[in-house]
């Protein structure tokens, strides 16, 4: 059985790499479409990697970020990023209608007070300015799947300081949470389904609301686009009135 799981997981971090390939790649695609956005706020920055792809396909020039952890916020920083070192879970630090997009990457479901974060997203937006939430899917056929077989969905699994929890077959089933900064960050608090994370950003007055699969396991990842309520990885884009 320990075999097996270890064949599994090292099949199943190549199809999590792949799919949030997909994913990165649909958020870029969002951003051109709607091109020019000459500013650019990225909520959980890291190391400012992924904001330099955000920002050249939204055509931005003032970029700036929100990272909770100094040391990846320092990384940012050097990479010509303007970086606020803030927790996420409060008031962001800028003012009202600053930003011509706001994205966040793998960011809204590690925090419990989602209607404050689209709350804060929408205010720093600029009328007109886009807004894209991309975020693991609690309704993607493994996690229905894992509930099936009366298990911890697998985006659910790290809900625990320690440790994965609940679903042998998690790729961090035997970890601590060590590949984050710290186990507490790395934690999910709230996964949302398509409809329900579409429902939000409408219920916080985003409108043109379009959604974007990522990742389907076991299919090719064009069934992703054909069916996003289902995929491994799902992103929100809309816009503010």
């Not at 479409?33 to 890291?46: F, I, M, T, V």
């Not at 700036?64 to 990384?75: I, K, M």
């Amino acid at each position: 059985m320990a075999a097996l799981r270890h064949q599994y997981r090292a099949v199943a971090q190549r199809a999590f790499e792949h799919a949030m390939g997909q994913n990165n790649e649909n958020i870029m695609r969002a951003l051109r479409d709607r091109a020019p956005l000459p500013s650019l706020l990225d909520l959980g920055c890291d190391d400012g990697e992924r904001t330099l792809l955000w920002a050249q396909a939204a055509q931005a020039r003032d970029i700036h970020g929100v990272e909770v952890v100094p040391s990846r916020a320092a990384l940012a920083e050097q990479r010509g990023i303007n970086v606020a070192t803030a927790d996420l879970a409060g008031a962001f630090p800028f003012e009202d209608r600053s930003f011509d997009a706001v994205v966040s990457n793998q960011v809204i479901e590690h925090l419990f007070d989602t209607d404050l974060f689209l709350a804060e997203a929408f205010r720093v937006l600029k009328p007109g300015g886009a807004v894209v939430t991309s975020t693991e899917n609690l309704a993607s056929w493994h996690n229905v799947g894992a509930l099936l077989l009366g298990w911890q969905p697998f985006s659910l699994t790290n809900v625990s300081e320690k440790g994965a929890i609940g679903n042998p077959f998690g790729i961090w089933a035997d970890g601590d949470g060590s590949g984050a900064p710290d186990p507490v960050t790395w934690q999910h608090r709230r996964v949302f389904a398509a409809r329900g994370l579409l429902a939000l950003h409408g219920a916080h007055g985003f409108e043109a609301l379009e959604l974007l699969g990522a990742g389907y396991y076991p299919l090719p990842r064009r069934v992703a686009e054909w069916n996003p309520a289902h995929a491994a990885f799902i992103s929100v884009t809309g816009r503010r009135p």
